[in-house]
């Protein structure tokens, strides 16, 4: 079978490869260079996307700023999944949060923001400080502006009116203005929907940030409370979308209440763990639910962690000598603060985990990997 997937990144190479033995096999389509390639050694394929599309078995993404003609394109084949609803609203956070709003799902009190006036009135609404969003760009923390007391709002206004001004009439700009949460956490559910509407749902994850960017995920016992709120969203969301395929949502946790902040419609960077943590990761799982296959088991196999690489030139070849460790490279060139690859761990207890963690210290910098030290001892 051939599923074409929209994006080239490390993604679409870990769809790839757990692709290979279920006998599925990726052709990615990179949306910035608008070529198709191979997703492992993004050779170029000289073929047209028109093409690709009659010719593959299903579609996917690997992340959901997606072109508008190129998702029309896909959905008009009737083989796009999570289709083009679903990637819209991962890509536009004006969509995402009237989805929340829909679905009753808590999120972070939010305001939209497309002309001067609207920037004052999110700050008297809303209060400082402030986490100001692009809609429709933005990743790993770019494209944000934090508001606090001192901050210089004409400066923040003259760099938010470029992104508004950047927009079209067809594609129009936006912008929104969020309370800034003061979460105990972060943590994150991936679930996977299937074409008849069955659900199977990873652990919880908890998730640490720095400078935006995720450095570390953590697999472990969870109140069964934060457990249900978690999957409550995912299946009204899911539902609400008819979804097929892996979801991801991100929470705050505010005393024990999950908030959402956002939605991915795809693999995500905190199930990354599921490759060793579990029989049938997130990226198998995807491909199976965009391929009409069953269902794989989402239970962990013991406590995991997953340690992302950033902007490193190489993962310590060392951190093999730890039982129970994996690596996990992209092949991409480096440049700082990129993430290069990722570290998993799984382990029979939290106990033995925190040690693996501690272990790995020895060839992992509290510098280049934050947490790592620290978690390591809160576990053991
Ligand atoms: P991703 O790579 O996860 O898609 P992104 O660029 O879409 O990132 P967000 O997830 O919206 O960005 O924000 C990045 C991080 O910034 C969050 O994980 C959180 O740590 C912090 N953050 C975002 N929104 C808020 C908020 N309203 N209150 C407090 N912190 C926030
Ligand atoms: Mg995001
Ligand atoms: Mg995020």
């Known amino acids: 079978m051939n599923i074409l997937v929209l994006g080239a990144g490390q993604l679409a190479r870990m769809m790839s490869l757990a692709g290979a033995p279920l006998n599925i096999n990726i052709i990615s389509y990179d949306v910035g260079s608008r070529q198709l390639m191979h997703p492992l050694t993004l050779d170029v394929r000289d073929q ?18 997606i072109p508008d003609d190129v998702l029309t394109l896909c959905a008009a084949s009737g083989k796009f999944y999570p289709g083009k609803q679903a990637i819209k609203a991962g890509g536009d956070r004006s969509i995402e949060k009237a989805l929340l709003d829909k679905t009753g799902v808590p999120c972070a009190p939010y305001q939209l923001i497309t002309e001067r006036s609207h920037l004052d009135s999110a700050i008297e ?3 400082l400080p402030l986490v100001i969003k692009t809609c429709q760009a933005g990743y790993d923390g770019k494209g944000q502006w934090r508001v606090k007391a001192d901050s210089n709002v004409e400066q923040i206004w003259s760099e938010m009116s470029d992104f508004l001004a950047a927009g079209s009439a067809d594609a129009p700009h936006s912008i929104i203005a969020e309370k800034m949460i003061p979460f105990q956490r972060e943590v994150s559910v991936i679930g996977v929907r299937d074409k008849a509407g069955n659900m199977a749902i990873y652990p919880v994850t908890e998730n640490e940030h720095n400078g935006g960017v995720l ?7 969870i109140s069964t409370d934060i457990h249900q709120q978690a999957v409550d969203a995912f299946s009204k969301l899911a539902s609400e979308m008819d979804y097929v395929g892996v979801l991801a949502i991100e929470f705050f946790d505010v005393g024990g209440k999950l908030m959402v902040n956002e939605i991915a419609p795809r693999v995500h960077n905190s199930g990354h763990w ?3 943590g579990t029989l049938c990761s997130q990226f198998e799982n995807h491909l199976r639910a965009v391929a009409g296959l069953p269902l794989g088991t989402t239970e962990a196999l013991g406590p995991s962690a997953m340690i992302n690489v950033l902007g490193q030139p190489d993962i310590p070849a060392d951190v093999l000598s730890v039982s129970n460790v994996t690596s996990h490279w992209y092949g991409k060139t480096q440049r ?28 992992l910098s509290e510098e280049d ?8 001892r809160e576990l053991v």
């Open 336 to 363: 700082p603060g990129r993430k290069m690859g990722h570290i998993n761990v799984v382990a029979e207890s939290e106990e033995a985990l925190g040690e693996k963690l501690t272990a790995l210290t020895a060839f």
């Open 125 to 127: 609404s809303l209060g």
């Open 369 to 376: 990997y934050p947490g790592v030290a620290r978690r390591g």
């Open 48 to 65: 047209s996307l028109s093409d690709a599309i009659a010719e593959c078995d299903a579609i996917t993404a690997e992340f959901e700023h």
């Open 215 to 221: 450095t570390l995920s953590l697999a472990k016992a």
């Open 274 to 276: 599921t490759q060793q």
